[in-house]
């Protein structure tokens, strides 16, 4: 069975920084992507990262480039979110997600975590 | 940016038949994915690649793609299917992937 664990949320105050992590179990991991989607308060779905699955393709929501950097470390099949910068709009509950292996193939994200929340807020 | 558009909601009776569509300029060149979530749940994709279905998914749910319009159908609708349903699609122009901003449907 394929699991996918988030973790690493929490109160941060504006400007701040955190990590998340998403640890995978059931699954080649090296056979996907990574995705971290979120979800603010109420509203919908929101694209944050991918990253391949070699880490050689890596993409960025707008909302988030230049603050947000994922990673991943396929030893340990886990998946990472460092998030600088954090602003109060951040606020959501994070997902990651697994894709196909090339992010640009457009592959829909077929396991997905339970989530994990970030509050941004003084 | 691509966008893709959705109704906010929709309604229907048991056992009738819901359509959910999704707009994007030329969507029928892209890769339509949909997802279902129900409240305080993570998303779980129902029909991938336009109109292919995963494994345990019913047959109920089905999708097409032609045009500017991408299309979620759930026949018969049971009390169970109420939750909100996304889109999303991979922009190649932008290197993004792109969601809809959902759909609320309401088995009245």
């Known amino acids: 069975e394929v699991q996918l664990v988030e973790s690493g949320g929490g109160l941060v105050k504006p400007g701040g920084s955190l990590r998340l992590s998403c640890a995978a179990s059931g699954i080649s991991f090296t056979r996907y992507s990574m995705n971290w989607v979120r979800q603010a308060p109420g509203k919908g779905l929101e694209w944050v990262s991918s990253?391949?699955?070699?880490?050689?393709?890596?993409y960025y929501a707008e909302s988030v480039k230049g603050r947000f950097t994922i990673s991943r470390d396929n030893a340990k099949k886990s998946a990472f979110l460092q998030m600088n910068s954090l602003r109060a709009e951040d606020t959501a509950v994070y997902y990651c997600?697994?894709?196909?292996?090339?992010?640009?193939?457009?592959?829909?994200?077929?396991?997905w975590g339970q989530g994990t929340q970030l509050t941004v807020s003084s | 940016s691509y966008v893709l558009t959705q109704p906010p909601s929709v309604s229907v009776a048991p056992g009738q038949t819901a359509r959910i569509s999704c707009w994007g300029n030329n969507i029928r060149l892209k890769r339509v994915h949909w997802y279902q979530q129900k409240a305080g749940q993570a998303p779980v994709v129902v029909v991938f690649d336009n109109s292919d279905r995963p494994s345990g998914i019913p047959g109920r749910f089905s999708g097409s793609n032609s045009g500017d319009t991408a299309t979620l159908t759930i026949s018969r609708v049971e009390a169970d299917d109420e939750a909100d349903y996304y889109c999303q699609v991979w922009d190649s122009s932008s290197d993004h992937y792109v969601f809809g901003a959902g759909t609320k449907v309401t088995a009245l």
């Open positions: 990253i391949s699955s070699s880490s050689d393709y890596i």
């Open positions: 997600a697994t894709g196909g292996a090339a992010v640009w193939s457009g592959d829909y994200f077929d396991s």
